[in-house]
């Protein structure tokens, strides 16, 4: 079975632009949620969507959003990017949800 | 809340040394808690899941144990490699918050010739 996957790998986007970066779960998982891990505040939950609609939600701005379709597949969506947003953005699929979280080898965004 | 702290921070010992990688947690209502190790610059491997009625989960020279009256995991991991040197994170699952793992901030390991 194929694990988790994120596309882009890596990142360079100027203070100011937009990004949207992508999840695709491990076969059959319905749960998507997305981390931001930086140095200073270590690995913090942003969202998570089960069968298309977001069920829980951490403490960042109403610039970050997301979504999921109806094959699981997840996007997040970052607008008016500032250099605090560089970080390391990991996803994690489970089957339904308090199941063994298995993550994606994250997307590396920095912001110049 | 929940809040997760992990004790030490890093940690340093010779190959083929036992050792025991602590973490704490404030709120005891959980669904489980899982253990994972991170490579540099990589994504976040699952080692071991524990549910909350269980007291230990077993995998090969990985063993975890949970003590949730008292907010406490550990992780043992014997005879210690140099490929075991990477961040091992703990992660509780809290009850009510759907897929939401609250991480702590990682025990750094190195483990030397």
Redesign the interface.
Known sequence: KAG?T?TPRYLIKTRGQQVTLSCSPISGHR?V?W?QQTPGQ??Q?LF?Y?SETQ??K?NFPGRFSGRQFSNSRSEMNVSTLELGDSA?Y?C?S?SR??????????T?LTVL | KQEVTQIPAALSVPEGENLVLNCSFTDSAI??L?W?RQDP??????LL?IQSSQREQTSGRLNASLDKSSGRSTLYIAASQPGDSATY?C?A?STG??????????TRLQVTL
Do not use: C, I, M, W
């Not at chain 1, 949800?97 to 994606?104: E, K, N, R, S």
């Not at chain 2, 918050?97 to 990682?106: D, H, I, Q, R, V």
């Open positions: 988790v994120q749960s949620s981390y270590g690995l939950f998570e089960f069920r829980n951490g390391l990991l994690a489970s949800g308090p199941d063994t979280q298995y993550f994606g080898p994250g590396r | 669904y489980n899982q994972f610059g990589k994504g976040l491997t699952s899941l994170l992660a699952h918050t759907a897929s939401k793992l609250t991480f702590g901030t990682g």
